[in-house]
């Protein structure tokens, strides 16, 4: 039975878990990379020194296709993170524990990138070295709002503990 009362006290069905996570958590995170991208791009057009009539200027995509290239992104570096991961863990067993889980993840980092770069170039009508342009501002917007959070959250925990 699906009511309100399985969202408060949790989701005994794992059915209800996967219907939260497609239509409730996909949506907000699509959003909020779309927002992501929107920003990325019009980062790149500033430090790039494109205006508004410039013809190498990266166009800005709506948010739905924003989010389109976000979730297809977000797909292809699953993927590529999974074989990278799977082939790292295997070749890196002897490997202390958090090691030989850690370091196929920074080794997967700069793929990423690429991949990232590479799907921006054929989703947005620009070249590859836009591409990578787009996906550093990707980054640094993320990083930036990365720390933005955090440092909320540790104000938050410093007041509630001081209070």
């Not at 959003?31 to 057009?45: D, E, K």
């Not at 993927?79 to 202390?96: D, E, R």
Request: charge should be negative; hydrophobic fraction near 60%.
């Amino acid at each position: 039975m699906l009511n309100s009362t399985t969202f408060v006290l949790g989701a005994p069905d794992p059915f209800v878990g996967i219907l939260c996570v497609v239509f409730i958590a996909l949506p907000i995170g699509l959003a909020i990379g779309a927002v992501i991208l929107r920003a990325a791009i019009t980062m790149f057009n500033k430090f790039a020194g494109f205006g508004d009539d410039h013809p190498d200027k990266v166009p800005e995509p709506t948010m739905m296709n924003a989010m389109g290239i976000v979730l297809i992104t977000g797909v292809a570096n699953w993927i590529v993170g999974s074989v990278i991961g799977a082939v790292g863990a295997s070749v890196l067993q002897s490997i202390s524990e958090p090691w030989h889980t850690l370091v196929p993840s920074l080794l997967a980092l700069p793929f990423s990138f690429l991949v990232s770069a590479g799907v921006l170039a054929g989703l947005l009508p620009t070249t590859f070295k836009r591409g990578v342009g787009v996906a550093a501002c990707e980054y640094l917007v993320a990083i930036l709002v990365g720390a933005a959070i955090g440092i909320l959250a540790a104000l938050i925990g410093i007041g509630l503990s001081l209070s």
